[in-house]
């Protein structure tokens, strides 16, 4: 699919449509790589509520929640979350704690436009599945690399590893300690 896409913040009255549209990513991108009973076991309600709650509080100081909405057909088909690091050793201050694209929309820079929007070239950190080849050539597209650090997953029962971006920092020159 092709088309025109604006990126924006996130609306309270988005959250229904980006909980299926989140399940619906979640499905195509993961098939293979996280077990098919997790998968199968996503409940668009609590995506939605999770959402909705980001949308209440907005933007903050670091944090940056942005949408893709397909011009044509008004759609949401995708959704960048960027924030503080949650890691006690974050090798920047910033992470991209989320990226997903509709399949039918991949190939079509609507990813690199919810990257410019939330996080341009600032420094930064993510975590990536380990054997999403498609993610970790797409992150490397944006000067992400590998650094060699991994962690394991308990709720997925899968191993991520990290790619970083840009010089690192102390994660708590942004938390204020």
């Not at 409940?43 to 100081?61: K, T």
Request: glycine share 10%; hydrophobic share 40%.
């Amino acid at each position: 699919m092709s088309g025109d896409y604006v990126v924006r913040p996130v609306h309270t009255d988005d959250a229904d449509e980006l909980g299926h549209v989140h399940v619906q990513i979640w499905r195509e991108a993961y098939a293979g790589l996280i077990a098919p009973e997790h998968l199968a076991g996503l409940r668009w309600q609590r995506s939605a509520e999770r959402f909705r709650g980001a949308a209440e509080v907005g933007d903050g100081e670091v944090h940056r929640e942005r949408v893709a909405q397909h011009v044509a057909s008004g759609a949401l088909v995708g959704i960048i979350t960027v924030g503080v690091g949650r890691d006690d050793d974050a090798p920047t201050a910033v992470e991209l704690s989320s990226l997903n694209v509709l399949a039918a929309h991949h190939g079509t820079g609507v990813a690199t436009k919810l990257v410019d929007a939330a996080l341009g070239e600032q420094a930064a950190y993510l975590w990536v599945l380990e054997g999403n080849e498609r993610a970790i050539a797409f992150y490397r597209k944006h000067d992400f690399a590998l650094d060699g650090a991994t962690k394991w997953d308990d709720r997925f029962g899968v191993n991520e590893l990290r790619m970083v971006r840009g010089k690192p920092t102390c994660s708590r020159l942004l938390r204020g300690s």
